[in-house]
Structures are given as C-alpha cells and as structure tokens.
C-alpha cells in the first residue's frame, strides 16, 4: 500500500468541527506534517508535530498523534469557509518526504 | 491517475557543475507546477511556480539565474540547478496541479542533490 494514506473528500458546514485523518506505515519519522493547499497556491505549512508528542494544540488547530496504529489527525475547530482547501499529511523520513494524496475539504455556508 | 515522475531521485555532483531535474506528468497535463525545496528537518519551502509557456514566478530570495525553470510542454518542467555548490545540496520536489476533480496537486517523488 501506499506509504501515507488519507482520504479524498470532507464535506463540514461552517461552524462545525473538522477531522482530517492519516495513516501511514514507516514510523521512523522525526516529525510529521499538515499542510494546506488553496487553489492555485503552493503549499503551506499549518503545522507540524514532533514524533515524540502526542498532541499538539493550536488556536484552532488540534493535532493528534497515534505512534502505536500510525495514525495522525488534525482537527480545525469552528470551520469557516476560507478553510476549504486541500490538506496533505506528510512524513519527513531521514530528510525526504512523503506526502499523502491530500484531503479536499468543502465548508458549506 | 495522476502520476508525477521526477527524474533522478538521487544525483550527486561536483561543485561548479549544473544539475538538470525534471518533473513529468505521466497521464494528464499540467499547465502549473511547483518547485519546493527542503532542508533537513526542515519543513518545505516553495521555490517557484511554473506556468506552461510562460516564465517561471519565483519566491522572495530564490535567485532566478542559479535556480533555472524551463516548463516548455504540458507535461515537463525541468529546474536546473546552475553552478551548483555544497549549500544547494537538499531535497528538491515538484507538484503538478491536474484539473480532474476541479482542481488538484501531486507530488513527484523527490530528488535528493548533493553537491559535493
């Protein structure tokens, strides 16, 4: 399977709490990523958590860290519709990356 | 669907050398894609955009003539790395944006450089 898997699509209406999940399988990585991607631009670094944490916190953003099922999530409280976007996992393993396929969420009004 | 190859993965090269990666999108074309480079555990840092048939936007501090971008077809774009020395070495990645489901990006697979 694929080194770093999420799923496609999130649909959220605004207001509510969203949950983007991510599994992967190598867990030598030193840190572990959420970018955000907006049509058109590049990438964004919205945060990152240190392999050894098991959460970390944000303003809005919640990350959480399973090491033991490799499962990382982020959660992006009271969504708005400026948070529709791609959203990638990604993986920083002795010095390269891995990046899921991207998680498209849609924030209805 | 929606495969990216970069070529090579890996490359080593002499100081005062230029290095060539490219960047292909195997099954659908790619009018945009995106040059990043990463420094070690460091987070990705967008280096340019380049648009099919037109010149490449670069980032505050990347210097155009050292970091060459040439995206003369749908389904190549190349960064040449010109006079290449020891603090080039990095991780380069591209993303293509691919229009399928609206609008969306892959990855290549990387190219680690060492200048050596």
């Known amino acids: 399977g694929e080194d770093v898997e999420q799923s496609l699509f999130l649909s959220v209406r605004e207001g509510d709490s969203s949950v983007i999940n991510c599994t992967y399988t190598?867990?030598?990585?030193?840190?572990l990523y959420w970018y955000k991607q907006e049509p058109g631009a590049g990438l964004q670094l919205l945060t990152y958590?240190?392999?050894?944490?098991d959460m970390k916190q944000d303003q809005r953003l919640t990350v959480l860290l399973n090491k033991k099922d490799k499962h990382l999530s982020l959660r992006i409280a009271d969504t708005q519709t400026g948070d529709s976007a791609i959203y990638f996992c990604?993986?920083?393993?002795?010095?390269?990356?891995?990046f899921g396929a991207g998680t498209r969420l849609t924030v209805k009004p | 669907g929606a495969v990216v190859s970069q070529h090579p993965s890996r490359v080593i090269c002499k100081s005062g050398t230029s290095v060539k990666i490219e960047c292909r999108s195997l099954?659908?074309?790619?009018?945009?894609m995106f040059w990043y480079r990463q420094f070690p555990k460091q987070s990705l840092m967008l280096m340019a955009t380049?648009?099919?048939?037109?010149?490449?936007?670069?980032e505050q501090g990347v210097e155009k003539d050292k970091f060459l971008i040439n995206h003369a077809s749908l389904t190549l774009s190349t960064l040449t790395v010109t006079s290449a020395h020891p603090e080039d070495s990095s991780f380069y990645i591209c993303?293509?944006?691919?229009?399928?489901?609206?609008?969306?990006?892959?990855f290549g697979s990387g190219t680690r450089l060492t200048v050596v």
């Open positions: 993303s293509a944006l691919h229009g399928g489901l609206g609008y969306g990006y892959t």
């Open positions: 190598d867990s030598s990585s030193t840190y």
């Open positions: 958590i240190f392999s050894n944490m």
């Open positions: 990604a993986l920083a393993l002795d010095n390269d990356m891995r």
């Open positions: 099954d659908f074309q790619a009018t945009t």
């Open positions: 380049s648009n099919e048939g037109s010149k490449a936007t670069y």
